[in-house]
C-alpha cells in the first residue's frame, strides 16, 4: 500500500513535470491547472503514506535516508503549497515539481537506505527536532527554486529575450521577495528545530554538529549580509541555490552520522 | 433562417470611405430602426468601429437583404457606392468568430475588437432588434473569442513600443503603483510610453528636458515636475524607470555617471527605455547589476517578435473557429423552424 502510495505521488510530480516541459516545448507555456492539481495530488498521497508509516513505526516516519527524502519532499510541496499562492508565483510549483521528483525517484529506485533505525527512545523533543529541520528544509528548497528563477528571469532581461519564460515568470522584484522570506522562514525553522535538539539532550557526532553549524551559519550570513545591503540579489539567489545544493548534498552524511551506532 | 454579414474594414475601404459609413452611437437606434424595413430581415446588429462598419442579420432570404442594405447605405451616403463585402452562413459566422478573436483586426490578436462587439450587442439587444439566432450567435462568438485568447498565444506580448516598455516594467517591477519614472528628453514617443506607465499606477513623473518650458508643460500635463535639465542626476534619488529620448549627439547615461547614483539604491532594479537615435544611454550600462537597458531596435525587435509569434497562431486558432462554426451551423439547422 506505502509503495502505490509513492509510486502514485511520484507519477503526480512526474505529471505536473512533463507538462511543463510539453508545453515549454512547445513555446507555449502558463501553468496552470494540471500543474497545481498534479502537486496536490502528489501532496495528498504523501501525507497518506507518512501517516500510515509513522502509525507503523511509531514515530515522526524519519527513521532512515528514505524516510528523510519523502519527508523533505512533502515539506517542499506543503510550503509550496502555503507561500506559492500568497506570492502569486504559480510558476514556483513548475519548477519545484522536477525537485520533488527528483527526489522520489532517488527514494524509490532504492539508492538510498529503507532500513528504519529505531531510536533508543522516543524523545518528542528529538521528534520536533528532526521534523522541523526538514521542514526547514523544504523552505531553503523553495528559496533556492525562487532563486534560480530570478536567475532565469534576470537572464531573459538581461539578454531581451522575449520568450514564453519572460511573460509567464514573475517579476523579478517578487521573486526577490520570495527569495527573502523563504530563506528567512527556512532559518527560523532551522533554528527552532536546533534548539529542540540541544534540548533534547541526544549524543551528536562531532562530524554533524560542524556539518549542520556550518548550514546555519551559512544562511545565517546570507540573510544578514542581505539585511545590510551588503548582497545585490543576483547573488543572494545564485548562494541561496548554492547553499542548498551543498545542504542536499551533505544530507546522506549528515544522516549516516546521526543513526545511532 | 441565414446569418448575412454586410460591411467594410480596414482592409478593402480608406478611412474617408470607412468615416462616411461610421454609424455614431447617437444614430445606432435610428439605423437599427431603417435596416429592420428591409424587406426579410429579422434583425440586426451593426458593429461600427474605427476599423470597421458591420451589419449583421437574420433572414431567411440573404440576397433581398443584401440588396436592401447595399440600398440603404447608397442612401445614407448620398449615393456613394460603398465596397461591402457581405457573407452569408457559414462564411458570415466564420467572420463575426474571427472578428472576435481578433484576427480580422489590424493587429492580430488585439483585445479592442471584443468590447466594442459587446458594446454593439448590447446596443442592438436594447433596442430590441436581436433574434434568437443573433442572440445565440453573439453569445457563441464571445465564447470562441476567450476561448481562442486563452488556449493560444494570439494576444501574447505587445504590438508597439510603449506597451512594450509597460510590459517589460511590469516583469522588473510587478505592481507599477508608487514607482518613479524620469523622462530626459520630452519627444512624443517618450511622452506616450510615460502616459503608458501613469496609467499603469506610476507615481511620480519627472520630466528633464533641454527646453524647461517643454519640460514643464509636459510635466503639467501629466501630473509630473519639471526639472533643469542639468539637473537631472540631482533629481534621480529613488527613480525606477528612465526614459531616454534626447536628440545629444552623444550618450548622456554613462556608466561612470551611473555607477555612483547605483550605490546608493540598494540593489533596487533601475530600467532605462532609451528611445533616442542616436542613443542616449551607453550599451555598457546594461552590464551593471540591477540595470536593465532596452534601446529602440531592441523593443522593435520584441514587437516584431510579439508579432510573429501571432502571426504563427493564426491557423490554430482558425482551426477552433471552424469546428465553433460547424457547431453554430448544426445548432441553427434544427433552430430554423424557431424564429423570433
Not at chain 1, 9 to 36: D, H, I, K, Q
Not at chain 1, 214 to 219: I, K, P, R, V
Not at chain 2, 61 to 76: A, H, K, N, S, T
Not at chain 2, 223 to 240: C, I, L, R, S, T
Request: aromatic share 8%.
Amino acid at each position: 500500500m506505502d509503495q502505490l502510495l509513492l509510486t502514485g505521488a511520484t507519477f503526480c510530480l512526474l505529471l505536473s513535470f512533463g507538462y511543463t516541459l510539453f508545453t515549454l516545448g512547445a513555446g507555449r507555456f502558463r501553468p496552470g491547472l494540471v500543474n497545481l492539481v498534479s502537486i496536490l495530488g502528489g501532496f495528498a498521497l504523501l501525507s497518506l503514506d507518512l501517516w500510515n508509516r509513522g502509525q507503523a513505526q511509531g514515530s515522526c516516519p524519519i527513521n532512515s535516508l528514505f524516510d528523510v527524502l519523502i519527508f523533505m519532499s512533502w515539506s517542499i510541496l506543503l510550503i509550496y503549497l502555503l507561500v506559492g499562492p500568497a506570492y502569486h508565483l504559480s510558476l514556483l510549483g513548475a519548477f519545484t515539481s522536477p525537485l520533488v521528483f527528483l527526489l522520489l525517484l532517488i527514494a524509490q529506485l532504492g539508492l538510498v537506505g529503507n532500513t528504519a533505525q529505531g531510536r533508543f527512545h522516543r524523545d518528542p523533543w528529538v521528534e520536533f527536532h528532526a521534523a522541523l529541520t526538514l521542514i526547514a528544509y523544504g523552505a531553503f528548497a523553495l528559496a533556492a527554486v525562487a532563486g534560480l528563477m530570478y536567475l532565469v528571469q534576470n537572464r531573459q532581461l538581461k539578454k531581451r529575450r522575449a520568450g514564453a519564460l519572460l511573460y509567464n515568470l514573475p517579476p523579478i522584484t517578487d521573486l526577490v521577495v520570495a527569495n527573502d522570506r523563504l530563506l528567512r522562514l527556512g532559518f527560523a525553522l532551522l533554528t527552532t528545530g536546533f534548539g529542540a535538539g540541544i534540548l533534547s539532550g541526544m549524543p551528536v557526532d562531532n562530524l554533524k554538529f560542524v556539518a549542520s553549524g556550518l548550514l546555519w551559519a551559512g544562511y545565517g550570513t546570507l540573510l544578514i549580509l542581505r539585511k545590510m545591503h551588503r548582497l545585490p540579489p543576483k547573488r543572494m539567489a545564485a548562494a541561496s541555490l548554492v547553499i542548498f545544493a551543498l545542504a542536499l548534498i551533505s544530507l546522506p552524511a549528515i544522516q549516516y552520522l546521526s543513526s545511532p551506532k | 433562417m441565414n446569418i448575412v454579414c454586410a460591411g467594410i474594414n480596414h482592409r478593402n475601404a480608406t478611412v474617408d470611405i470607412r468615416e462616411k459609413f461610421a454609424v455614431g452611437p447617437h444614430e445606432l437606434q435610428e439605423t437599427l430602426a431603417c435596416i429592420r424595413r428591409i424587406d426579410g430581415l429579422a434583425g440586426a446588429v451593426i458593429v461600427s468601429t474605427c476599423n470597421r462598419v458591420e451589419f449583421y442579420t437574420a433572414s431567411v432570404c440573404p440576397i433581398r437583404v443584401m440588396d436592401g442594405l447595399r440600398g440603404y447605405l447608397q442612401e445614407r451616403t448620398g449615393g456613394s457606392e460603398a465596397p461591402l463585402y457581405t457573407h452569408d452562413s457559414p462564411a458570415s459566422v466564420r467572420h463575426l468568430f474571427r472578428v472576435a478573436s481578433g484576427l480580422d483586426s489590424m493587429v492580430i490578436g488585439e483585445t479592442e475588437i471584443l468590447g466594442q462587439l459587446k458594446v454593439a450587442y448590447a446596443a442592438a439587444s436594447e433596442c430590441g432588434a436581436t433574434t434568437r439566432h443573433l442572440n445565440k450567435l453573439f453569445q457563441h462568438a464571445f465564447r470562441v473569442a476567450k476561448q481562442v485568447r486563452s488556449e493560444t498565444q494570439i494576444t501574447r506580448g505587445s504590438t508597439s513600443v510603449g506597451s512594450v516598455a509597460v510590459d517589460l516594467a511590469g516583469k522588473i517591477f510587478g505592481d507599477l503603483s508608487g514607482r518613479k519614472v524620469m523622462i530626459l528628453g520630452a519627444g512624443d514617443t517618450s511622452e506616450r510610453t510615460a502616459r503608458s506607465l501613469v496609467s499603469r499606477g506610476v507615481r511620480t513623473v519627472i520630466v528633464a528636458n533641454r527646453t524647461f518650458d517643454r519640460a514643464a508643460r509636459l510635466a503639467g500635463e501629466i501630473g509630473g515636475m519639471a526639472v533643469h535639465f542639468d539637473h537631472w542626476q540631482k533629481a534621480f534619488e529613488n527613480v525606477d524607470i528612465l526614459i531616454c529620448s534626447t536628440a545629444a549627439p552623444h550618450p548622456i547615461v554613462t556608466r561612470e555617471k551611473l555607477e555612483p547614483l547605483l550605490r546608493q539604491r540598494d540593489g533596487k532594479p533601475l530600467f532605462i527605455i532609451d528611445l533616442a537615435v542616436p542613443r542616449d544611454a551607453e550599451p555598457s550600462v546594461n552590464e551593471l547589476e540591477n540595470v536593465y537597458l532596452y534601446d529602440i531596435d531592441s523593443l522593435e525587435q520584441i514587437v516584431r517578435q510579439s508579432l510573429d509569434v501571432r502571426r504563427a497562431e493564426v491557423v490554430r486558432c482558425e482551426k477552433m473557429i471552424e469546428h465553433h462554426v460547424r457547431e453554430f451551423v448544426t445548432w441553427m439547422r434544427t433552430h430554423t423552424a424557431f424564429l423570433k
